[in-house]
Each structure stands twice: as C-alpha cells, then as structure tokens.
T-cell receptor, first 110, second 116 residues
C-alpha cells in the first residue's frame, strides 16, 4: 500500500517554512526521505526508524510518530535549492522493499 | 568514486522492439532494484534482486525481464509486451546493515526511454 503524502504541491517564498507529511495505513519500520530535481535521480535526505526519533540535516529535519504511522519533513527558512519533489519511502519491516509515496512538489520562489 | 551508473541517459526505440537498460554499481551492494517513474508520479518497483542469480517481481513486472549474473550488474529488458514503456527508469542499490538497523537506497542517474 502506497503511503499518502500531503500536500501534493506547495509554493513558498525564500525564507518561509514548510511541512510535508507522509502517512501510512500500516505500521512502519522506517521512513526514508528523498528529494528529486526534475529529470534527475532522487537524492537521499534522511532515514527515521520506529521509535519516534527526530533527525536534522542543516535546516531540514524530520520526525516519525510511530503511533500515528506518520512522518513529517520540516523545511525551515527555505532556500531556492530546496525546490524539487520530495518523496517518502516506507519500509514496513526490516529488509522489506520500500514503497514510495506519490511525492510533494515544492517550489521556492525568490 | 563509488556509485551507480546507468546508460544511456536517453533512449529511443520503435514500438515492438525489445530494449535493454544497463545498471552497474561498484558499491559492493547486495541488493539492486529497478523502478519506473511516470510524470508527476512516485516510484514503482519493477524487479529487485537480493543476491546474484536471484531476483523477484515487484509491483509492475509485466512486460519486463531482468538478470543478475554478477553482483555489480542488473540489466533491465523492456519487452514488446510492455504496453506503455515510455517512462523514466531508475536503478538503485542498497546494502543491509544490521548494525545500523536500516537500508539506504542509492539511485543511479536514470534512463529516459521513449518508444515511438
């Protein structure tokens, strides 16, 4: 089952914040976040394992709420380079294949 | 430099022809994957292989075939049976890490296939 991502698309001005959510109907072992620029391969951002941990990477951080079976990606003080499509990949058990969400298109304008 | 290479970047074929997409990795990863991406959509798994000489169907395997004769290589053949082959194809690899507790997938640059 494909996870649900919201919103589908978001437009920001440089310096604004955004939150992207990834929800699953099944219990999750891990959530992986990727960013993809148009015509390029997805680039790994971070992984969150069940346990409700939160991770950060420059001004991009994420949380994983095991009870809600949901992960959220936080982009703070967005930069032009943040533009792209963000995908979450969910792993239901260790070693199982990822199921990717449909993506959230983020556009950061000057 | 370690990484995943896919060739060619762009590929054009006539309808009814089989075409093989190359994927090579020098990361010493055990698992390799093929995904298909259509405009505005996420990644859908075509085939995957956990070890040499073994592979499994993903969610949309019909009309595709693969082989895994070497750890480094996982070519994908798009056959004439695939009804809508025009898409962006991504190859990925990953390594199981029981110490760290997660798999991380590394993606190649992709091949954009257009069937005329």
């Amino acid at each position: 089952q494909q996870p649900v991502q919201s919103p589908q698309a978001v437009i920001l001005r440089e310096g604004e914040d955004a939150v992207i959510n990834c929800s699953s109907s099944k219990a999750l072992y891990s959530v992986h976040w990727y960013r993809q620029k148009h015509g390029e391969a997805p680039v790994f951002l971070m992984i969150l394992l069940k346990g409700g941990e939160q991770k950060g990477h420059d001004k991009i951080s994420a949380s994983f709420n095991e009870k809600k079976q949901q992960s959220s990606l936080y982009l703070t003080a967005s930069q032009l380079s943040y533009s792209g499509t963000y995908f979450c990949g969910t792993e239901y058990n260790y070693g199982q294949n990822f199921v990717f969400g449909p993506g959230t298109r983020l556009s950061v304008l000057p | 430099d370690g990484g995943i290479t896919q060739s060619p970047k762009y590929l054009f074929r006539k309808e009814g022809q089989n075409v093989t997409l190359s994927c090579e990795q020098n990361l010493n990863h055990d698992a390799m994957y093929w995904y298909r991406q259509d405009p505005g959509q996420g990644l859908r798994l075509i085939y995957y292989s956990q070890i040499v000489n073994d592979f499994q169907k993903g969610d949309i395997a019909e009309g595709y075939s693969v082989s895994r004769e070497k750890k480094e290589s996982f070519p994908l053949t798009v056959t004439s049976a695939q009804k809508n082959p025009t898409a962006f194809y991504l190859c990925a690899s990953s390594i199981e890490s029981q110490a760290s507790g997660y798999n991380e997938q590394f993606f190649g640059p992709g091949t954009r296939l257009t069937v005329l």
